[in-house]
Each structure stands twice: as C-alpha cells, then as structure tokens.
C-alpha cells in the first residue's frame, strides 16, 4: 500500500488493490529530448489544484502519466506516452482495454519510491497525476514539479468524478473536445446497459476483496466504483449504507468483515469479489460461513484486471468492464431480489 494518506473517497482503491500489486521496477535508456512546441490553441494553460496551480506553456509533445486514469486517458486521446504507471493486474505492462505500448514505456510501479530519475529520462513535458497513489502529497508534487509540469487532482486524489478526471487530462492534453466524446461514450454504455437491464434498478451489491483473515468491501457513497454501480441502479445493502461497522486498521470508505461476519455478504443481491492470492480464494470459498451466504446470492470471483477497472473505473475502461461484467449482470437481474 503506497504509505501518504489518501482521501477517504478512494483510499479503499489502496486498500483493495495493493495486496495484489507486483513489485516490478525498470529502467531505460535516456530517450531524446523533445523538439520546441508552439503554445497552441488554449496554452499557455493553468489549472488549479490541491497544491496551487500548474501552467502548462504549450500542448504537450512528450507525457509521463503515473496513475491508471493518466495512462489510459492520454493514450485514447493520442498523447505521444513516453513513460507511464505498469498495469498491475494480469494483463501486463498495460491494461487490456489498451492498446500495446512500445517496450520501455510502462515501467513504473505504483509500489515502489518515486523515481525521479527514471521519470526526468523521459524528458516529459508534462506529467499527469490526476489518478496516481505516488504524488499524493506537496513534497512529491514539487519534486515532480521541478522535471516538468505536473497535473495532479483538484481537490483530493479520488475526490472527483471519473467524469471529471477526465475532463482535467483531456485540458492538460490539449483536447477537451476529445475528452467529452470519450465521456460521452461511457455514459452510452452505462445508460444502455441499464436500459436492457432494468430489473437491476434497486438490486444490491458489494465490491470486496478477500485478503488474509479479513474480507473488506466497498461502502463508500463516494468512491467511483460506488458511483459507478449506482449509476447502473444498483445501490448498497442498507445496513452497510446507512450504518458500516468501525473496524481496526480499516481505510476509510471500507468495512472489513471477519471470516465470522461472513453471513452478512448475503445482504447483497450481488457480491464481486476479487482475491490477491489463489490461496485467498481457496480461504474464501471454502469457508463454511461463506458458502452458506453466497448459496442465497449472486456471487462473482473476478480477476485483478477486472477489479482494478471497477474499483478504480475510468471512462476508457468503462465499456471493456461492462463487457466483462455482463453475464453476472445478467445472473442479478433474473435472480430474485434478497428483500433486504
């Protein structure tokens, strides 16, 4: 888990997902130094942020993007990403909603320190952190600051939209108009999906991984993931909606339920849950505790690229997730409702 503290909104993001992550660390050759770039239509740019303002003079010519959002974003809206953020799930060095980068390219790992001077051998122009768990702090952004220009989020890292994240790169980019389409696009997908599956409005649901002796699921109205769900008409079960449990060394935004608390998974009409281990998986569905409330539910073990995508969405990933969710989409709408 990266250590500086993230917003309650989307630290179950970290708290989720870093068990499962890979260390990989790499290095490259110092690629060569971008050519003089014209200010363009909109620079010199400013935008606000959680720790000042960031001019950007001209479109950037050469990107370093650290977070999922940053790397997929600036590769659909035809950035030149000459350094960026290693996927961390199955699908690797990229995600698999994206298309193939050149070796070299994706070497950093969101675990590892910051590397300063991997990043200045990009030789970037920019450097987007919107989305990204290694510039989650004032001291990290100067550092960054100092290479190049560096675009990081607004308020607090997760606090907004994955519509807004968005819009924000897609400024930094130069391309705002290209930035709506793909926004609009994912909207499509969501609005069509539950179009066509409208037995989906007022389902429940829970967004968990199971790790080690605890199972934490997502409560968090906030958190994109939540967002994303809810757009879909699903909602959380009421008592975790409406009155989560404390629990020790919890991120914010998380309940993690104890093999004993099991039971309560049946609240859901549709439990997601992804597993850093295989032997967290064999743990999980073998637990007597755990069988008995997912024999009353719609259960789904998912990948790690599945859940990064749904515990972190994006508006590039969006349709690949539906996609990929679907057939337990499907199994929830038919089943019966829990009644909770």
Known sequence: MCPPPVSPARSSVVALVAAALLFVAGCTGTPPGPGPAEPGAGFPLTLEHAFGETTIPARPQRVVALGAADVALARELGADVVGGLRNAGESQPQAPYLAPFPDGVLTIDELEPLPLERIAAYRPDVVLAVSSYLVTD?????????????????????????????????AALGVPDRAEELIARADRAVAALRAELPRLAGRSVLVGQA??????????????????????????????????????????GTVALSYEEAGRLAEADLVVMSFPTAADRRRFEGDPVVARALSRTTYVPIGLDEAIALQAPNVVSTGWLLDRLRPALDRAAAAPATGR
Do not use: K
């Open 138 to 170: 004032r001291d990290a952004y100067e550092r960054l600051s100092a290479i190049a220009p560096t675009v990081v989020h607004r308020g607090t890292l997760f606090g907004a939209t994955m519509q807004d994240d968005a819009r924000r790169i897609g």
């Open 211 to 252: 790790r080690g002796d605890v199972i934490p699921v997502i409560v968090d109205p906030a958190n994109q993931s939540t967002a994303l769900t809810r757009a879909l008409g699903l909602r959380l079960p009421p008592t975790f909606a409406t009155d989560p449990p404390a629990g020790a060394g919890v991120a914010p």
